[in-house]
């Protein structure tokens, strides 16, 4: 069909329809269709050309010939989301920072600007949400150096490609790529086809020009709807932006980066006057821990950094059945295997009971060492008594739970006292195989930890 620049391929089985339709005409799925932009099929018959043996053929060389020129990395300023980049933004490179609406990715974004701006780099921020206006709003509300990024509001592919190309700045933020569509193509902004095809040609103008491009994206609660992640094996490096909108912690990790770590966590909150960086979370958090049945302080590792969060559950005789298990913060088959392991193996038995277990503070932790703690505070709500010496500390602990009971290695146990200590949380409750850390009580199991915890000589220093 000539004049037609897009066709539509289904991304089960390839078949490729000219117009759109909602059932796959090849494989017969539903929704698989995606717009895509046709490419001129080459001059000179069908098929893959066999080039010339000799000519333009690439000579591979041994890797430790390969040219890498040390680049050096432009730091936004922010030290939390510096450490989520690895060290700053890599020129040239393009990373994508997802996150649902209202989370405050703009918010960083433009702070991360101002701050590239002050130090002398060329920025552009490129609005297709918002316009120039409403953009020097939140600047105003930012204050200082936010004010001297210069918008563009243009959600045209071909315009920003444009402008690049012309001011060639060292970095670019695309708030956001959903907002942006390409000529040619008939679908709508922020469908599968146009988010993939503008990103697409944003990253080949980010490599030839070395700027380093902040895609912006917003994330369903489902996570899918042609959003930022069918972006993910194209970008560099995927930022996801967390927190409650009610609450005003906000926690920045990085899902993919090559060229850093993937481990590292900013943490941040949102005040009046944009985000602040919260250096020392553990304060925070265990500022709030109570010393009530059923809390309990989790060593935690975020990364390479320890961080203390408090692990609250509340356990309540029910009828229904199946009882309820409502896990916030936590993973839901953990939690199903905790209750599981505490009945079998020296806990009490939960069958009966609706389950609730929260991390305070509206934080998330997805390591195993936070088992002991959730299996600690279920035990502790379910006696309705608080656990450790009852004139002590809160209760600090760490451990992987395996399903034999036992009480199981897990990364950097003398981080995680040392952070507990410093608190003056005293001794911590960890697995034997840790044994050998200065502050740390050790236990073989989880019977033998419940049973450390009981009572008016519980965990004391040794
Ligand atoms: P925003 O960065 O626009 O979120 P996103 O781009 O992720 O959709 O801002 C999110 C919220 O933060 C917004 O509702 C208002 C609030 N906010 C503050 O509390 N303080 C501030 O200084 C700014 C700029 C925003
Ligand atoms: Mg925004």
Same mark, same amino acid.
């Given at each position: 069909?000539?004049?037609?620049?897009?066709?539509?391929?289904?991304?089960?089985?390839?078949?490729?329809?000219?117009?759109?339709?909602?059932?796959?005409?090849?494989?017969?799925?539903?929704?698989?269709?995606?717009?895509?932009?046709?490419?001129?099929?080459?001059?000179?018959?069908?098929?893959?050309?066999?080039?010339?043996?000799?000519?333009?053929?690439?000579?591979?060389?041994?890797?430790?010939?390969?040219?890498?020129?040390?680049?050096?990395?432009?730091?936004?300023?922010?030290?939390?989301?510096?450490?989520?980049?690895?060290?700053?933004?890599?020129?040239?490179?393009?990373?994508?920072?997802?996150?649902?609406?209202?989370?405050?990715?703009?918010? *960083?974004? %433009?702070? &991360? @600007? !101002?701050?590239?701006?002050? $130090?002398?780099? /060329? +920025?552009?921020? #490129?609005? =297709?949400?918002?316009?120039?206006?409403?953009?020097?709003?939140?600047?105003?509300? *930012?204050? %200082?150096? &936010? @004010? !001297?990024?210069?918008?563009? $509001?243009?959600? /045209? +592919?071909?315009? #920003?490609? =444009?402008?690049?190309?012309?001011?060639?700045?060292?970095?670019?933020?695309?708030?956001?790529?959903?907002?942006?569509?390409?000529?040619?193509?008939?679908?709508?902004?922020?469908?599968?086809?146009?988010?993939?095809?503008?990103?697409?040609?944003?990253?080949?103008?980010?490599?030839?020009?070395?700027?380093?491009?902040?895609?912006?994206?917003?994330?369903?609660?489902?996570?899918?709807?042609?959003?930022?992640?069918?972006?993910?094996?194209?970008?560099?490096?995927?930022?996801?932006?967390?927190?409650?909108?009610?609450?005003?912690?906000?926690?920045?990790?990085?899902?993919?980066?090559?060229?850093?770590?993937?481990?590292?966590?900013?943490?941040?909150?949102?005040?009046?006057?944009?985000?602040?960086?919260?250096?020392?979370?553990?304060?925070?958090?265990?500022?709030?821990?109570?010393?009530?049945?059923?809390?309990?302080?989790?060593?935690?590792?975020?990364?390479?950094?320890?961080?203390?969060?408090?692990?609250?559950?509340?356990?309540?005789?029910?009828?229904?059945?199946?009882?309820?298990?409502?896990?916030?913060?936590?993973?839901?088959?953990?939690?199903?295997?905790?209750?599981?392991?505490?009945?079998?193996?020296?806990?009490?038995?939960?069958?009966?009971?609706?389950?609730?277990?929260?991390?305070?503070?509206?934080?998330?932790?997805?390591?195993?060492?936070?088992?002991?703690?959730?299996?600690?505070?279920?035990?502790?709500?379910?006696?309705?008594?608080?656990?450790?010496?009852?004139?002590?500390?809160?209760?600090?602990?760490?451990?992987?739970?395996?399903?034999?009971?036992?009480?199981?290695?897990?990364?950097?146990?003398?981080?995680?006292?040392?952070?507990?200590?410093?608190?003056?949380?005293?001794?911590?409750?960890?697995?034997?195989?840790?044994?050998?850390?200065?502050?740390?009580?050790?236990?073989?199991?989880?019977?033998?930890?419940?049973?450390?915890?009981?009572?008016?000589?519980?965990?004391?220093?040794?």
């Amino acid at each position: 069909m000539p004049g037609r620049e897009s066709e539509f391929v289904c991304q089960g089985c390839g078949h490729v329809a000219l117009a759109w339709t909602g059932r796959c005409p090849g494989c017969g799925e539903w929704n698989t269709l995606v717009e895509t932009r046709r490419r001129e099929p080459r001059k000179g018959g069908r098929g893959v050309r066999r080039p010339a043996p000799t000519r333009n053929a690439a000579r591979p060389v041994p890797l430790r010939e390969v040219e890498a020129p040390a680049v050096d990395r432009l730091t936004t300023g922010i030290a939390e989301l510096d450490r989520v980049l690895g060290g700053g933004l890599v020129p040239g490179s393009l990373i994508l920072l997802g996150g649902s609406p209202g989370i405050g990715k703009s918010t *960083l974004t %433009g702070m &991360a @600007l !101002g701050n590239l701006c002050a $130090a002398g780099r /060329s +920025v552009l921020y #490129v609005s =297709g949400e918002e316009s120039a206006a409403q953009v020097r709003l939140r600047a105003e509300r *930012l204050g %200082g150096d &936010a @004010l !001297g990024v210069p918008p563009l $509001a243009e959600t /045209s +592919v071909e315009a #920003v490609l =444009g402008t690049l190309e012309a001011e060639r700045p060292d970095v670019c933020v695309i708030d956001s790529i959903q907002t942006l569509s390409t000529e040619g193509m008939t679908g709508a902004p922020g469908s599968v086809g146009q988010v993939r095809e503008a990103a697409g040609a944003v990253m080949e103008a980010a490599k030839r020009l070395g700027t380093a491009v902040v895609l912006v994206g917003h994330v369903t609660k489902e996570g899918s709807v042609a959003g930022p992640r069918v972006l993910e094996h194209l970008v560099d490096g995927v930022l996801l932006f967390e927190g409650e909108r009610e609450r005003s912690f906000r926690t920045l990790r990085a899902l993919k980066n090559r060229f850093g770590a993937t481990s590292e966590v900013g943490v941040f909150e949102m005040r009046a006057g944009g985000l602040v960086e919260v250096a020392d979370p553990s304060a925070r958090f265990v500022g709030e821990a109570s010393r009530a049945a059923g809390s309990c302080v989790l060593c935690a590792m975020e990364g390479t950094r320890p961080l203390l969060v408090e692990v609250q559950a509340l356990v309540a005789p029910t009828e229904i059945v199946p009882p309820r298990r409502v896990a916030t913060g936590i993973d839901r088959n953990r939690l199903a295997m905790i209750i599981a392991v505490l009945a079998r193996h020296g806990g009490p038995s939960l069958a009966a009971a609706d389950v609730f277990v929260n991390v305070a503070g509206g934080g998330r932790v997805d390591e195993p060492g936070a088992d002991l703690a959730i299996a600690l505070a279920l035990a502790s709500a379910h006696r309705g008594e608080p656990l450790g010496a009852p004139d002590g500390p809160p209760l600090a602990c760490f451990g992987e739970v395996g399903l034999t009971g036992e009480l199981r290695f897990v990364a950097h146990p003398e981080r995680r006292v040392a952070e507990a200590g410093k608190f003056g949380l005293a001794p911590v409750l960890g697995p034997e195989s840790a044994e050998g850390v200065d502050g740390l009580k050790s236990t073989a199991t989880l019977a033998a930890a419940l049973r450390s915890v009981r009572g008016p000589g519980a965990l004391r220093a040794a």
